[in-house]
């Protein structure tokens, strides 16, 4: 497709570190597609994620692997390598610019969970980014929904950035619970894609 057309799509875009994706994940692009209206949703994982620099984390071609298998049922998500590639730490203003300046995307979405929007002035660049694209937010059942609702109305005073907070309540699903039940050898089927949870019994990930 040629460039300049991406400037008409309304897009999403969903950073993490996807160690692994799961269904709480694909939850909030699939109902960011319906309630924001949005076109499309590009999962970014991170090369190295600034809050996590002192973790181990799998791979990068395993996470991206993983992604395109939770997201091979529908056209409209995709996966990008673009932070892979960069070899660098990850910093979502830069990922954010990037699309804008290179790839000349126009109407962008950034995709979150609440715990993150919580966070989101203390990012690398943080006020900037809330200047340069709108967002869509994903109550986990960890934060409470009046709270992040305030918050999210505080950040739209501050910085003119537009916060559309699902409707939808997101399931209790982490990375860090799907890590902790694979080397404890307890099942995690219904927590990521069946195709998923293949990738991970067939590379030996997280034992
Ligand atoms: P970890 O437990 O390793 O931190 P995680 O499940 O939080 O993993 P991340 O890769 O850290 O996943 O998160 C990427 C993005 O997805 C973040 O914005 C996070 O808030 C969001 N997210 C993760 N899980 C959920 C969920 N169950 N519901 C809504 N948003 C989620
Ligand atoms: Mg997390």
């Known amino acids: 497709m040629a460039k300049g057309s991406e400037s008409k799509k309304r897009i999403g875009v ?11 994940h694909t939850g909030v692009a ?18 190295i994620q600034p809050f996590k620099q002192d973790r181990y984390v799998a ?3 395993d996470r991206f692997k993983m992604l395109e298998l939770a997201t091979i049922h529908d056209d409209r998500l995709k996966v990008s390598s673009w932070e892979l590639e960069q070899e660098t730490v990850s910093y979502t203003y830069d990922t954010i610019c990037h699309l804008i300046e290179e790839e000349n995307y126009k109407d962008i979405f950034f995709l979150m969970g609440s715990d993150s929007m919580m966070q989101l002035e203390r990012w ?11 967002f869509v937010v994903g109550l986990r059942p960890t934060n409470v ?31 860090t619970i799907i890590r902790e039940k694979v080397s404890e050898g307890q099942p995690i089927a219904g927590l990521v894609s069946p195709l998923v949870e ?6 030996e990930l997280y034992i």
């Open 124 to 134: 690398m660049h943080g006020e900037d980014l809330l200047k340069i694209c709108n």
């Open 198 to 203: 293949e990738y991970i019994y067939a590379n």
């Open 14 to 24: 969903m950073g993490g570190t996807f160690d692994p994706v799961h269904l709480g």
């Open 145 to 175: 929904r009046k709270q992040v609702k305030e918050e999210a109305k505080r950040l739209s005073d501050t910085y003119g950035t537009k916060i559309v907070l699902l409707e939808k309540t997101m399931l209790p699903i982490s990375s």
């Open 59 to 61: 791979d990068g071609s």
């Open 30 to 47: 699939e109902a960011a597609l319906i309630e924001a209206e949005l076109d499309e949703v590009i999962f970014m994982p991170a090369y």
